[in-house]
């Protein structure tokens, strides 16, 4: 389990001035990289547990077969399905997690983001967490990156962060979630900006590994400042 490294709070700052900084000094993330929304909703399940070098192999081999899209990904073999994702790991239960979440992309949706347009965010949450092998983090993916609905993606690299920034971050996905979508939503973020937050704080985190490397950053003599909106 890694350790939420916090240093001394200096020149405290709002969660929208993290996002501005971080933008200016890292530029755009362009995250997430996909030719389509199916794309960004099959790399999410294959990214769990796993790094996203070894998503781009499995995603390569179901172009190649020609089955990166949810009609035909419903229609393949088990073990073809699992044969293609094997580079992400956990095969088995991803695909199926695969086969049940286009199913449901198909039964509520029919194949199209723009079907769950009826659908309020809590609800349509609820719906994608009901798929087997869709949890907290990728369902918040998908209804960032898919549905363009509001996020925020509460994961290692966030928290790892606003640890690091001075909050008290709490354990589990869900509380950490919940601490943070009031400070996203008092800041007014939009879907766009949500996108690019959560691209920057992952391309962040890779690149500052530990408390040094944090300190040293353009973020090191800073403190997070949460529950304040600032005029």
């Known amino acids: 389990m890694s350790v939420i490294a916090k240093h001394v709070p200096g020149e405290e700052i709002s969660i929208r001035d993290v996002f501005s900084m971080m933008l200016e000094a890292m530029g755009p993330s362009h995250w997430w990289p996909a030719e389509s929304r199916f794309e960004i909703m099959v790399g999410a399940v294959l990214t769990q547990n796993t790094a996203w070098g070894n998503v781009a192999r499995s995603l390569d081999a179901l172009k190649q077969a020609r089955v990166l899209e949810p009609d035909a990904m419903l229609s393949l073999d088990p073990g073809d399905l699992q044969?293609?994702?094997?580079?992400?790991?956990?095969?088995?239960n991803k695909s199926r997690a695969l086969h049940d979440l286009c199913a449901w992309y198909g039964d509520r949706c029919g194949f199209r983001p723009e079907g769950a347009?009826?659908?309020?965010?809590?609800?349509l949450r609820s719906e994608l967490l009901s798929v087997?092998?869709?949890g907290g983090e990728t369902a918040d993916d998908?209804?960032?990156?898919?549905?363009?609905r509001e996020a925020f993606i509460?994961?290692?690299?966030?928290?790892?962060?606003?640890?690091?920034?001075?909050?008290?971050?709490?354990?589990?996905?869900?509380?950490?979630?919940?601490?943070?979508?009031?400070?996203?939503?008092?800041?007014?973020?939009?879907?766009?900006?949500?996108?690019?937050f959560h691209g920057l704080i992952d391309?962040?985190?890779?690149?500052h590994r530990s408390p040094e490397t944090m300190k040293d950053s353009f973020l090191g003599s800073y403190a997070a400042r949460f529950g304040v909106i600032s005029g």
Not at 83 to 92: T, V
Not at 157 to 167: C, H, V
């Open 83 to 92: 044969e293609l994702i094997r580079p992400s790991g956990f095969q088995k």
């Open 117 to 123: 347009e009826g659908i309020e965010d809590e609800e």
């Open 132 to 134: 087997f092998g869709v």
């Open 142 to 148: 998908l209804l960032l990156y898919v549905f363009d």
């Open 154 to 196: 509460a994961d290692t690299y966030a928290r790892r962060l606003f640890g690091f920034l001075g909050q008290d971050v709490p354990k589990g996905y869900e509380a950490f979630r919940n601490r943070m979508l009031p400070e996203v939503r008092s800041y007014a973020f939009t879907v766009v900006e949500l996108q690019e």
């Open 203 to 207: 391309q962040y985190g890779k690149s």
